[in-house]
C-alpha cells in the first residue's frame, strides 16, 4: 500500500502499524524524545502548580499549611472546620475540582472532534454541539415550571438535558454528513454551522420570553461561570466527563488512523463508523456536562489541542492526555485569574477565556498562514 508522506520520520509511516501493533510510533521531524519528557513533565508540573494556586488565592487569605489542613480535616474529621478550612474544603476545592474536570473534558472533546473532522479548526463550540446543549440546558431553565420532571431540577436534570440537547445535535450533522454509510467530512462541517446558527436562535427566542429572574440567570450562565460549583455538581461531573475522558484514551490509533482517511483506516481493520459514532457521543456527553455545568467557555477545545499538535507531533496518543492536563490548568489559572482580578467579586470565565484565547488563536492562524506562503 503507498500511502502519501510515508516517509520513514513522517506521521503517515508511524500510522500504518495494525491496530494491535503495540510498537513505539515514529517521533516526527525534528522531535526528539527529550522534547517528549519535557512536555509531559510541563503540563503535569503547570496542572499542580495551577490546582495550588486555586486553592490559595482569593479574598480570604489561605496559607498552604490552611489549605493542606483543610484537605486532611475534610477526609478525616468531623469535627467542625475554622474560617480557612471550611473555605478551602467547601468552595475553593470543589471549585479547582470542577475547573479541572470540565477544563479536560473540553480539551479532550476538542481533540476528539479535530481527529474525527480531520481539521485542526474544528470545536464543540463551532459545530454546534455546545449550541445544543446550551438550548437543551436554557429550556430547562425558562420552562421548567411545564416540565413534568421539574422536581428533579438540580445536578442531574440539567446536565441530562445538556447531554441530550448536545447528542441531538452531533446525530444530525452526522446524518447529514452521511451518504450511504460513507460520512463526508467536509459537509458534516457546513451541517454543524448551519445547526449552530439555527440552536443559537433558538436559544435567544427562548432568552427572549424569559421572566426578569431567569434572563439574570441565562445571562450569567452564558458568559461561564464557575460560582456556583459544589460537591453535587462535581459528583456528577465524574460520571459524564471522567468516565468518558478515561474511556476515548482507547480510541488513539482510530484518531490516528483517520488521519489518513476514511478508507485507509478501513484497511487497517477499524469498524469506522461504529467507533466514530461513539467518539462524537462521548464528545457530546463531555461538552454537554460542561455547558451544564459551568455554561458556555469557548476556545478550550479549539486552542488547547491545536498548541499540542504543534509541540508533541500529531500522535493522539499523546495528544489526548495532553490536552485533559493543558485543558484543566489552562481553565483552573482562568478562574483563579477571574477570582482574584476585581475581588471580592468576580469575572465569568467565559469572557476571560473569549478575551484571551482568541488573540491567541489568531496568532496561531497568522504563523500557519504564514507557513503556506
Request: with cysteine.
Amino acid at each position: 500500500m503507498i500511502v502519501e508522506n510515508s516517509t520513514p520520520h513522517g506521521p503517515a509511516f508511524m500510522l500504518m502499524h495494525r491496530p494491535d501493533d503495540h510498537a513505539s510510533p515514529a517521533a516526527p521531524d525534528g522531535f526528539r524524545p527529550t522534547a517528549s519528557v519535557l512536555i509531559w513533565s510541563g503540563c503535569v508540573a503547570l496542572l499542580l502548580c495551577a490546582f495550588l494556586v486555586s486553592l490559595l488565592s482569593g479574598p480570604f487569605p489561605v496559607s498552604l499549611a490552611d489549605a493542606s489542613s483543610a484537605i486532611t480535616h475534610f477526609l478525616f474529621s468531623s469535627e467542625p472546620a475554622n474560617n480557612a478550612q471550611w473555605v478551602v474544603a467547601e468552595l475553593r476545592l470543589p471549585r479547582a475540582l470542577l475547573a479541572a474536570l470540565i477544563g479536560a473534558g473540553l480539551g479532550v472533546a476538542g481533540c476528539i472532534t479535530q481527529g474525527v473532522f480531520r481539521n485542526p479548526l474544528a470545536d464543540p463550540g463551532l459545530i454546534g454541539v455546545s449550541g445544543g446543549a446550551a438550548l437543551a440546558a436554557v429550556s430547562v431553565i425558562v420552562l421548567s415550571g411545564f416540565l413534568p420532571l421539574s422536581a428533579l431540577t438540580g445536578p442531574v436534570l440539567l446536565p441530562l438535558a445538556a447531554f441530550a440537547g448536545a447528542l441531538a445535535v452531533t446525530w444530525i450533522i452526522y446524518r447529514l454528513g452521511t451518504r450511504q454509510g460513507h460520512t463526508q467530512v467536509a459537509l458534516m462541517l457546513l451541517a454543524g454551522i448551519a445547526v449552530n446558527v439555527v440552536v443559537g436562535a433558538a436559544t435567544g427566542l427562548l432568552t427572549f420570553v424569559a421572566d426578569d429572574d431567569q434572563l439574570r440567570d441565562l445571562v450569567f450562565w452564558s458568559m461561564g461561570s464557575l460560582a456556583h460549583g459544589s460537591w453535587p455538581e462535581l459528583l456528577a461531573l465524574l460520571l459524564f466527563i471522567l468516565l468518558p475522558v478515561l474511556l476515548v484514551m482507547r480510541s488513539a490509533r482510530l484518531l490516528n488512523a483517520l488521519m489518513l482517511g476514511e478508507a485507509v483506516a478501513g484497511h487497517l481493520g477499524f469498524d469506522v463508523q461504529r467507533q466514530r459514532r461513539w467518539l462524537l457521543a462521548a464528545a457530546a456527553m463531555m461538552a454537554g456536562a460542561a455547558v451544564a455545568v459551568a455554561g458556555v467557555i469557548g476556545f478550550i477545545g479549539l486552542v488547547v489541542p491545536h498548541v499540542l499538535r504543534l509541540l508533541s507531533g500529531p500522535d493522539h496518543r499523546i495528544l489526548l492526555p495532553l490536552s485533559a492536563l493543558t485543558g484543566a490548568s489552562l481553565l483552573l489559572l482562568a478562574d483563579t485569574l477571574c477570582r482574584v482580578i476585581i475581588a471580592p467579586a468576580e469575572l465569568p470565565v467565559g469572557l476571560m477565556m473569549a478575551l484571551t484565547g482568541g488573540p491567541v488563536f489568531i496568532l496561531l492562524l497568522v504563523r500557519q498562514s504564514r507557513r503556506w506562503l
